[in-house]
Structure formats: structure tokens, C-alpha cells
């Protein structure tokens, strides 16, 4: 009887020891971080980050560039880059680009131990903390990509619940030319995409890259969103234009310095073409920095005054690059057999490019003369698939008007 008691007793012990076990395993497993290198959305959607690193050469002329197209990115911060440049990283955070953690000294997480982890994590957070006032949890980028399922514990119990990799490499830091950057992001550009770039002195290109990957991706109807507004999918996908055609063609001459519903209406539309902006209704520098990134991606004069060229971007019939018909009215096997068209060139090859830029909304006349129309038509298409914007449709050019 005893024997029989003894026997449950040591039964009830392991049942209740292998509770506490799966009730702390379970915990455990509930605060491990989600590695995330890509959204799963159809919206169409990007985001640029960028690991700043202990000397970020190159951050501030970044900044500049993302000012001027207004975009907002995600940057990933060591403690040894805050502490050498803590006023870059002011600038960051009082741009509104979100910080995340990249350790303190940039070591493999998966050659240091919990302890050394918690630690490079806590340092960074402190100064951030210290010279921002924002917090870098929940977000990390495990320095090198290195990562293991022990990292993940450690980093997520430390609160940092979203480890932060890529979808797109451009592997910047190497020095690799602007062409390449560029070609690796355009080419591998999917919704829901993160970017991986840097801000140190070996990405030296990185710069030079970004606003033909900006201006291109906007023309394909991307929007640049932050990794916090990516991965809790808190951006906005409105497709209705707040202001019509009509009320637009209403619009006088808009510049710095005017006020008044027109100005209110010129930035709600460039809110909705993702150049956010407050509507107050006044023109002012932050307006006039929309309006010039705007006439930028759209391959017009980038004067920031709002007359009837800019007029005609804005209005949502003709500011896409994407064909609204699913048939081409000249086919790829045509188009391989143009010569070489510029500037002066006339005939049946000319009224044909003319008939397909009209089809990417790029709308012309096709009377088969490579006129000023035609030119500043054949520049802006450049500009919107990337490539040297000079005027003169070869095989490059011809390649890109293939469907």
C-alpha cells in the first residue's frame, strides 16, 4: 500500500514538473523573435533600410536625398555609430525615420554568448534613448545576417520581437557601382520587399543610386513605406483620387508663397501620390520640396512651380506609366526590327514609338516626326524605367517599350 502511494506520489511530480516545464518551454517559445525578410501583401509596397554602421560617411548626404523625394526609410543603428555621429542620428529620428537596434559593436550574435547579446542591445538602446528619445525595440538586424534559433531567443526575451533581414541585397558596402545598385533593386522590386542598403564609406554609390531607384519605383506605383508600417501593415492603400481632373484644370498658376483651397488641393494630391504633407493650404518649403520631388519622378522641370505641365501629371488619367489596355498596339518582334531613332528621325518606326508611349500614358501625336514632344516623351519614359534619360531610343530603350 505504501509502495502504491510512493508510486503516485513520484507519478504526481513528473506529471506536475513536466507542466511547469511545457508552461515555461511555451513561454519561451512565445517571446522568440520573428526573422522577417519580406511582407506577404499585393499591395505594392517597399521598403528602404539602411545599417549604420561605426563611421556612416555617407548618411547625411542620404538624408538629404530622401528629404528631397520625401521618403521615409528605416535605419538600423550600432552604439559605436551613435556615439561617433550622435548628430546624424538626431537627424534621423527627427526626420521621422524609425531606428532599430544593430548592436552596440557589430559582433556575429552567433559566436557571443546571452549575456554579451543583452548587453550589446542594452548599450544601444541607452544611447539611442539618450539622444533621441525614442526606443529602438522591437526592432533588430543581427549584424553580418548572422542568426540563429538561440539569437532569436535571446534578442526576442529581450523585447526585441521583430528581427529585421532582407529581401533585396544590394551589398552597397562593397563599393559596387551605381548601375549595379540600382539593377538589384529595380529588377528584384516585388510588394511587400525590403531593401538593404548602408550608410558607411564603402557604400559609396548608394546616393548615386536612389533617386532613379525612388523616381522608377513611384512610376510603377510603388509606395516607400517604414519597416514598423510594413510589417503591422499600417500604411495607406486609398486608390481614389481626392480631387478631380476637372477641378484641377481649374487651378491658377500655383507657387512659394501661395495660399489658398488650390494650394489645400495641390497637397492632398500629392499626399496621394505618396509626397504626405499637412493641408494647411499655404506653400511653403515643404510643399515646394514635394512639388519639385514630384515634377523629379514624373521626368519634368523640377522648378516647384505648379503650371499646366505639372497640372497634367498630377491628374490621375495621365500620371501612370502603366498600361490601362492589355493590348500593345505595336508587337516586341516590331519593335526589334526600328533602327536607332533621336531627335529629327521621321517615319513608321517613329509613329510607332509614338503609339506606344501613348499606350504607357506618355499621350503624343503619332505623325511619325521626332519633334520636342516626342524627345521630352522619350526622356521621361527613360526616366521612369531607370535608364540614361538622353532622347535616343535604341536597343536599351526598345527593350523596356517590349510588353
Known amino acids: 500500500m505504501k509502495k502504491t502511494r510512493r508510486v503516485k506520489v513520484i507519478l504526481s511530480s513528473l506529471i506536475i514538473s513536466f507542466m511547469i516545464m511545457s508552461m515555461v518551454l511555451g513561454q519561451v517559445s512565445a517571446t522568440s523573435s520573428q526573422l522577417i525578410s519580406k511582407v506577404t501583401t499585393t499591395d505594392k509596397v517597399i521598403a528602404l533600410t539602411f545599417d549604420d554602421g561605426s563611421d556612416g ?12 523625394y520625401n521618403v ?8 559605436q555609430g551613435a556615439q561617433h555621429h550622435p548628430d546624424i542620428i538626431k537627424k534621423m529620428a527627427a526626420a521621422g525615420h524609425p531606428l532599430g537596434n544593430h548592436s552596440y559593436s557589430h559582433p556575429y550574435f552567433t559566436q557571443i554568448s546571452a549575456s554579451q547579446m543583452v548587453s550589446e542591445l542594452q548599450q544601444t538602446e541607452t544611447i539611442i534613448k539618450n539622444l533621441t528619445g525614442k526606443s529602438t525595440i522591437p526592432y533588430f538586424r543581427p549584424p553580418y545576417g548572422a542568426y540563429n534559433s538561440t539569437v532569436l531567443q535571446v534578442v526576442g526575451d529581450a523585447g526585441y520581437t521583430k528581427t529585421i533581414y532582407w529581401t533585396i541585397d544590394t551589398i552597397d558596402w562593397s563599393g559596387v557601382s551605381t548601375a549595379a545598385i540600382t539593377s538589384k533593386v529595380l529588377d528584384n522590386a516585388t510588394p511587400g520587399a525590403i531593401v538593404l542598403m548602408h550608410t558607411g564609406d564603402g557604400a559609396t554609390n548608394t546616393k548615386n543610386a536612389l533617386p532613379t531607384i525612388i523616381t522608377t519605383l513611384r512610376s510603377r506605383g510603388y509606395q516607400f513605406v517604414t519597416v514598423p508600417e510594413l510589417v503591422n501593415h499600417t500604411y495607406s492603400t486609398s486608390t481614389t483620387p481626392p480631387i478631380s481632373d476637372a477641378t484641377i484644370d481649374t487651378w491658377p498658376t500655383l507657387k512659394y508663397g501661395s495660399v489658398g483651397t488650390a494650394v489645400k488641393q495641390l497637397q492632398q494630391m500629392l499626399t496621394y501620390y505618396k509626397f504626405q504633407l499637412v493641408v494647411d493650404g499655404i506653400f511653403g518649403p515643404k510643399t515646394l520640396s514635394a512639388v519639385k520631388a514630384f515634377q523629379t519622378s514624373r521626368g519634368i522641370a523640377a522648378d516647384g512651380i505648379v503650371g499646366p505641365i505639372t497640372r497634367s501629371k498630377l491628374k490621375t488619367g495621365t500620371t501612370t506609366t502603366t498600361p490601362t489596355t492589355t493590348t500593345a498596339p505595336v508587337s516586341n518582334a516590331t519593335i526589334d526590327t526600328w533602327p536607332t531613332l533621336k531627335y529629327g528621325s521621321v517615319g513608321t518606326a517613329v509613329k510607332q514609338l509614338q503609339q506606344m508611349l501613348t499606350y504607357y500614358k506618355f499621350p503624343l501625336v503619332a505623325d511619325g516626326v521626332f519633334g520636342p514632344k516626342t524627345l521630352s516623351a522619350v526622356k521621361a519614359f527613360q526616366t521612369s524605367r531607370g535608364i540614361a534619360a538622353d532622347g535616343i531610343v535604341g536597343p536599351i530603350t526598345r527593350s523596356k517599350l517590349k510588353t
Open 57 to 68: 560617411g555617407n548618411a547625411e548626404a542620404i538624408l538629404a536625398i530622401l528629404a528631397s
Open 72 to 79: 521615409k526609410a528605416t535605419f538600423f543603428v550600432t552604439g
